[in-house]
């Protein structure tokens, strides 16, 4: 059912390697041309394409590509449909991801310098960005929160949301999260085609500066593919779980926990580390009582047959070295004193502290955003936040001494590299030919 190793065996190296690359890596370009080709057909053809894709992949039959966009009034409808319950939910999880946010807000500044030159940063939000929510299968309207509470809280422009619409039926949860939101324009087409009509624009759908949110292997790959044209967020891949644990944790916590992230498809990946292998025969027993209980139960055990694994080490400082070396997207501590291991990691898109630190809390509600780094690469990326949605501009104003000091020192790097014009420009300004 899920793989056990043990870091002293001789073979560690090799199964945690093939632990490591487990991951699906050909998906992407198997449908790279074709991905391609409908933005081809997207840049060319604008509306009309949009509506030929949306009409055969979601089972529609619009005639008119302005029937795509849902109107506000449909928003606000929507958010009193939602069960009251629900949709206080809502609204407290998007006023804690606000208050959470609110903190990550970057402030513009200057200074002058000791020859009186003015240096600074000017920070400004997008002027639009849009967001992409998966639909179909499945409804995600903490997708919605987590995405555009950031850039509303950023002072972005123009929020725009596409959504998927199978057989025209559209959730009403995600329509209610975008009315919470602040979204001003939601359409219904999904797929490569939607990321297309965003980064190009069309005559119906506004085209954008960035754009984030998750998506299946087609929108990755467009999202890929228009990179350069528009911003966007990272091209994410299938959801990750490490839980490093001490033994002291109620084993079908643990198990529930692993749970959480192997339900998202057969390719995520659910790892649990501990030097205490009785606790890892107990996760273990756990699993098996309570996998039959789960309704995506055969999700759940493809997942963990293919990608996870109980990990028995020296200690946890052994723990810390091998999570530092996945990298993973939701890291949860269930120790005693997980501030204190936490000094140890480096590489986590979110950590999660403490036996009673459910990752499934983080997904909700807890307030950062749940777009996180995958497959490795919180090595060097951070979780979806404020600045994914700001941009900054570099402030210099020379006075007249500034420029003469300036202007000197770049004459002579400028002349250092051969660039005759540069050279000169710097040395125009007066009092710089005087300086030596």
């Known amino acids: ?195 297309a009509a965003l980064a190009f624009g069309t005559t119906v759908v506004p085209r954008v500066d960035k754009i984030v949110g998750p998506g299946n292997a087609w929108v990755a790959e467009a999202k890929r593919q228009v990179f350069g044209q528009v911003g966007i967020d990272m091209i994410a891949g299938p959801s990750e779980i490490l839980v490093i644990c001490d033994g002291q944790t109620d084993p079908d916590w643990i198990a529930l926990d692993l749970f959480s992230q192997a339900e998202h498809d057969e390719d995520a990946q659910s790892v649990l580390i501990s030097p205490d292998a009785a606790f890892l025969d107990a996760v273990l027993a756990s699993i098996e009582r309570l996998l039959p209980t789960m309704e995506r139960r055969e999700i759940i055990a493809a997942s963990l047959a293919s990608r996870g694994a109980l990990v028995q080490v020296r200690d946890l400082a052994q723990a810390a070295e091998i999570c530092n070396r996945l990298a993973p997207e939701h890291l949860e501590l269930s120790v005693a004193e997980p501030e204190s291991l936490l000094a140890s990691i480096r590489h986590a898109g979110a950590v999660f502290l403490g036996r009673h630190t459910a990752e499934a809390i983080g997904d909700y509600c807890a307030g950062p955003s749940h777009v996180l780094p995958t497959s490795g690469t919180a090595r060097f990326s951070s979780p979806l936040g404020v600045a994914d949605f700001q941009k900054r501009s570099s402030l210099i104003g020379c006075s007249p001494r500034g420029a003469a000091v300036l202007g000197a020192i770049s004459r002579e790097l400028a002349t250092a590299e051969g660039l005759q014009a540069h050279a000169e420009s710097a040395a125009a300004r007066p009092g710089v030919r005087e300086i030596r």
């Not at 299968?137 to 002072?155: H, I, T």
């Not at 596409?162 to 959730?171: F, I, K, Q, R, Y």
Request: aromatic fraction near 6%; charge should be negative; proline fraction near 4%.
């Open 1 to 195: 059912m899920i793989r056990r190793l043990d870091a002293s065996d001789a073979g560690f190296e090799r199964d945690f390697e093939a632990l490591r690359a487990a991951a699906p890596g050909g998906a992407l370009s198997d449908i790279a041309q074709t991905v391609a080709g409908m933005i081809a057909d997207i840049r060319a053809r604008g509306d009309a394409a949009l509506l030929e894709y949306t009409n055969r992949f979601d089972r529609r039959a619009v005639q008119d590509a302005s029937a795509l966009e849902v109107p506000a009034a449909e928003l606000e409808a929507a958010c009193a449909r939602v069960s009251p319950a629900l949709r206080e939910a809502l609204q407290s999880a998007a006023r804690r991801i606000e208050a959470y946010h609110l903190r990550q807000r970057q402030s513009s500044w200057q200074y002058l310098d000791e020859d009186g030159t003015l240096l600074g940063q000017r920070v400004t939000a997008l002027d639009s960005a849009g967001v992409y929510v998966p639909g179909g299968k499945a409804s995600y309207p903490s997708s919605v929160l987590m995405n555009c509470v950031p850039a509303r809280v950023a002072g972005v422009g123009q929020l725009v949301m596409t959504v998927p619409a199978p057989d025209g039926e559209l959730s009403d949860a995600v329509l209610a999260a975008a009315c919470i939101a602040g979204v001003d324009r939601v359409f219904t087409v999904g797929g490569a085609q939607a990321v």
